[in-house]
T-cell receptor
Framework: AQSVTQLGSHVSVSEGALVLLRCNYSSSVPPYLFWYVQYPNQGLQLLLKYTSAATLVKGINGFEAEFKKSETSFHLTKPSAHMSDAAEYFCAVSESSNTGKLIFGQGTTLQVKP | EAGVVQSPRYKIIEKKQPVAFWCNPISGHNTLYWYLQNLGQGPELLIRYENEEAVDDSQLPKDRFSAERLKGVDSTLKIQPAELGDSAVYLC???????????FGQGTRLTVV
């Protein structure tokens, strides 16, 4: 069975600092991996997705993630945090390219301090 | 283009009462999903529709939950009777065809008292 583990339920960074949100997955087949962002009282918005092409995936708002098969990881990074990045971030895995049937991690709340 | 629309945004009901949530997907999207998001958790799929057909409802608690998607467009998710543990956010999403990006609505936050 597939699963996703997000390390750290809360991450706090200063504005301008590096953002690193960790995600490890478990899958018996080559996975498709996704990062979503959820702002307060909003639905989920897709940040980026990995679908077996380039291992380094660039997304919206300056975020990127690197697929590392040997580490079963798909960590999300952004070089410089903005106050507007404060939100909840979810890593998700799917067995196919169907982005609807997703298994989500528990989420990481990103706090950005001025 | 309008996104996925859900209503109501918030609902407070007493336990044992029925409740219904409505979802209007993006126009032309054949695939529709209902997800349950408990506080502090990631969303979990309840049911997936391809047009009018429920193709994956394995996670839907069928003793109290039901869903329908008439004419392959709007969808309704119902709980009867509601329990305290049903307090959560119910998210609807849609995609054009299976294998493409799913777009999420803002969700309905249900509180059962």
């Amino acid at each position: 069975a597939q699963s996703v583990t997000q390390l750290g339920s809360h991450v706090s960074v200063s504005e301008g600092a590096l953002v690193l949100l960790r995600c490890n997955y478990s899958s018996s087949v080559p996975p498709y991996l996704f990062w979503y962002v959820q702002y307060p009282n909003q639905g989920l918005q897709l940040l980026l997705k990995y679908t077996s092409a380039a291992t380094l995936v660039k997304g919206i708002n300056g975020f990127e993630a690197e697929f590392k098969k040997s580490e079963t990881s798909f960590h999300l990074t952004k070089p410089s945090a903005h106050m507007s990045d404060a939100a909840e971030y979810f890593c998700a895995v799917s067995e196919s390219s169907n982005t609807g049937k997703l298994i989500f991690g528990q989420g990481t709340t990103l706090q950005v301090k001025p | 283009e309008a996104g996925v629309v859900q209503s109501p945004r918030y609902k407070i009901i007493e336990k044992k009462q029925p409740v219904a949530f409505w979802c209007n997907p993006i126009s032309g999207h054949n695939t529709l999903y209902w997800y349950l998001q408990n506080l502090g958790q990631g969303p979990e799929l309840l049911i997936r529709y391809e047009n009018e057909e429920a193709v994956d409802d394995s996670q839907l608690p069928k003793d109290r939950f039901s869903a329908e998607r008439l004419k392959g467009v709007d969808s309704t998710l119902k709980i009867q009777p509601a329990e305290l543990g049903d307090s959560a956010v119910y998210l609807c999403a849609s995609s054009a065809v299976q294998g493409t990006q799913a777009f999420f609505g803002q969700g309905t936050r249900l509180t059962v008292v």
